[in-house]
């Protein structure tokens, strides 16, 4: 139970380690680039490198291969990445929807869309999108999951990965430190701070939200062998869809039905918690049912 536990940790250690390590180095480079970019922003990229790099000393640690961490072949992945690219468009499209018929979403009428504003924009959100899940993908579905199911049963070990992935989307702070002010422990005051933040009960919604969208994404990787391609996919039509929901709409929160979204970005909310959950179950019912109509058939 104890190495268990101690198990479940070491993500968590590796977290702050790379963020550690990007305090130390984002100052530096606040440095060079004459504070172009700031500090916060610098240290959260930087965090996300050093989690991305941590992934092959681990892969060799743990005796983990491509296939296992979740790569198909190249013509089977790109297959994957299309499929799941049209699974996360079917899944999140009707929320939308239902937040536009309650009035949630409003159009906004300040923009002057073209055609082509509206292209660009929509190329330049999937090029975003689809940065953001490479990223976060073979960190989350990829490397993390893969280590804790050598540990724990598979439903555990979705649940730990998508605790992680929850986390750290809240694991940051807006405050700006003119270049003029900036110190060597800058960093760590931002640190310290993005901890504090951890603890307020307004980022409980969101969080809950995104802890259904790790627990979709992890059952969706463990159901399909070698599925990554299927999660990235999904990931970055989600993200794309948010991004253009924010170009084209202005999110209401003095609507009667405000609460079914948070203000982390107008969308992620009680909606998508409940949505993503019964979705997940009638998923898992059906393969039951399924599973129990092969057994039968055999006896």
Known sequence: M????VYALIPLWVLLCAIVFACIVG?????????ELPLRKIISKSTQFFLVLSIFPAMRYLGIGCLELGFAQRRLFFSQLAKGFCLGFVTLMPVFILL???????????????????????????????????IEEPIFRGILLAGLAKKFRVGIAI??????????HFLETKTHIPLEQVTFWSGFELLGEALKNLWSVEILPAFFA????????????????????????????????????????????????????????????????CWLLFVVLAYLMVVKIRFQTIADSHN
Do not use: E
Request: include cysteine; aromatic fraction near 14%.
């Open 100 to 134: 536009t018929l309650l009035g949630v979403n409003a159009v906004d009428q300040t923009q002057t869309w073209t055609w082509a504003l509206l292209l660009k924009k929509a190329l330049l959100n999937l090029l975003m999108a689809l940065v953001i899940s490479w």
């Open 2 to 5: 104890l190495k268990g536990m």
């Open 159 to 168: 649940l730990i990965s998508a605790f992680y992935y929850a986390l750290l």
């Open 27 to 35: 100052y530096f480079i606040m440095l060079g680039i004459d504070g």
């Open 210 to 273: 995104l802890l259904m969208v790790g627990i979709f994404l992890g059952v969706l990787r463990t159901r399909i062998p070698a599925s990554l391609g299927w999660c990235i996919g999904c990931h970055s039509c989600w993200v794309w869809l948010i991004k253009m929901n924010k170009n084209l709409f202005n999110t209401d929160f003095s609507s009667d039905y405000a609460y079914l979204v948070s203000r982390y970005d107008g969308v992620i909310g009680p909606l998508v918690s």
